[in-house]
């Protein structure tokens, strides 16, 4: 929970927020940084309110149905700084879950291994394209700098994917 506690604490940092919006500032502008859905959010939400790190309040404006908006509080502001060093200082472990699919690779015939690497390569090759267009942030570096991480981490994958690749075709040549 604490990832997910430091994003929301995060945005409630900047003003108090209905749910809705919260939901809408991560799928618009940080959807390519994090995948919290929004059932997360608020059970993420409810936790953070019962340990008092966030208060909610409804709010009635007009005929529109009653809501909670989230507000962080002074124990919810010294948490998130707490969070933030932490996660600042903290390396991530980095697993990912198509070395499972590697590890099995000599299982399959060369000629189908190559093509699915191939896909994965074009996949990769597309999401480094969406990230390299994203629009700048604009409001701080912090999370222009998220996905500049990410980026370099798709492209480090694809060259790594290039090269298994090349590998590959190397030893089937060899073995002819």
């Not at 124990?75 to 590697?102: P, T, W, Y």
């Not at 999401?127 to 999370?143: D, K, M, S």
Request: with cysteine; net charge negative.
């Amino acid at each position: 929970m604490d990832d997910r506690a430091l994003l929301l604490l995060g945005i409630l940092m900047a003003q108090s927020q209905h749910g809705y919006q919260i939901h809408e500032f991560i799928e618009k502008n940080l959807s390519r940084i994090t995948d919290m859905k929004k059932p997360t959010a608020y059970a993420t939400l409810d936790r953070l309110c019962e340990a008092e790190y966030v208060q909610m309040s409804l709010e009635q404006e007009g005929n529109r149905p009653t809501r909670k908006v989230y507000s962080i509080t002074s124990k919810g502001v010294d948490h998130f700084f707490e969070l933030l060093r932490s996660n600042l200082a903290q390396a991530d472990k980095m697993n990912f879950s198509s070395d499972i699919g590697i590890m099995f690779i000599d299982h399959l015939p060369f000629e189908v291994s190559l093509s699915l690497l191939e896909e994965r390569l074009r996949q990769l090759s597309a999401q480094i394209q969406q990230y390299e267009t994203a629009p700048r942030h604009g409001f701080g570096l912090g999370v222009d700098l998220a996905v500049e991480h990410h980026l370099i981490h798709l492209k480090a994958d694809h060259a790594w994917v290039f090269s298994v690749l090349q590998r590959l075709r190397e030893n089937a040549a060899e073995s002819r």
